[in-house]
């Protein structure tokens, strides 16, 4: 156990009833055998489901995990800040509540926390449909030449970061561009990123929501609002 690294662990979580009590006891079991200065953190993004009720049982019995409820759904972005902004460890770790992703990779991340300020994961295969896989290409070129970036997966919610990187900046994005300006901004201050991949895996339950026409009009109009800020 490395008693000497605190680490807080967040999901961004909308309607995963049959996902998110398997990811918390994962994780708890991940965490606690790293260190004993951990939490996490259960962002419910407006859930219409179980998600709450779920979420809120599982903080009751362990206090090492809490919740974070918002009454109305503020978009991937805004329970990404959610969860960023209450983290309280020099650490923070998020990834998506919908279980794609193998929380037993985290120690593959913390292999870099003294080479990085943020270490990115990359999908090694990604699980995903051709139109979604291709939507990433596009998207993740356009934004590496916009900010000047050489990150193989910008979007992959599979990150670690440190505490002091948010705590340099306010993040604006309410959707799916919060992953792009966290990096671009932390470029921006000076801080180092590095990537490593990690696995991805076909969703089990639930629904996708990230295809949405709404989602990716709001993904650009912000893009290019972070652009014109950045430059």
């Known amino acids: 156990m490395n008693k000497q690294i605190s680490i807080s662990a967040f999901f961004p979580t909308h309607n995963e009833?049959?996902?998110?009590?398997?990811?918390?006891l994962k994780t708890q079991k991940v965490l606690s055998s790293i260190t004993d200065q951990y939490e996490i953190i259960i962002v419910n993004d407006g859930s219409?489901?179980?998600?709450?009720?779920i979420a809120e049982a599982l903080a009751k019995k362990n206090p090492n995990i809490k919740v974070i409820n918002h009454e109305v759904n503020k978009?991937?972005?805004?329970?990404?800040?959610?969860?960023?902004y209450g983290a309280k460890n020099d650490w923070i770790f998020f990834t998506d509540g919908d279980g794609q992703f193998d929380v037993n990779e985290i120690p593959e991340l913390l292999k870099y926390k003294d080479q990085y300020d943020i270490v990115v994961g990359?999908?090694?295969?990604?699980?995903?449909?051709?139109?979604r896989k291709l939507n990433a290409w596009c998207?993740?070129?356009?934004?590496n030449?916009?900010?000047?970036?050489?990150?193989?997966?910008?979007?992959?919610?599979?990150k670690l970061l440190k505490k002091k990187v948010v705590e340099n900046f306010q993040l604006d994005a309410n959707g799916a561009m919060?992953?792009?300006?966290?990096?671009?901004?932390?470029?921006?201050?000076?801080?180092?990123i590095g990537e490593t991949g990690v696995h991805h895996y076909a969703r089990l339950a639930g629904k996708q929501t990230g295809a949405h026409i709404?989602?990716?009009?709001?993904?650009?109009?912000?893009?290019?609002?972070?652009?014109?800020?950045?430059?």
């Open 48 to 53: 219409k489901d179980n998600t709450r009720t």
């Open 145 to 158: 030449l916009l900010f000047g970036f050489h990150i193989r997966d910008v979007d992959c919610a599979f």
């Open 75 to 84: 978009g991937y972005g805004g329970a990404v800040k959610s969860g960023l």
């Open 122 to 131: 990359y999908r090694i295969k990604r699980q995903d449909p051709w139109h």
């Open 139 to 143: 998207w993740g070129t356009l934004v």
């Open 178 to 192: 919060i992953s792009t300006e966290l990096l671009a901004r932390a470029k921006k201050a000076g801080f180092t």
């Open 17 to 24: 009833q049959d996902n998110i009590e398997s990811l918390v």
């Open 214 to 231: 709404k989602v990716i009009l709001c993904a650009f109009k912000e893009l290019f609002k972070l652009y014109h800020k950045l430059r």
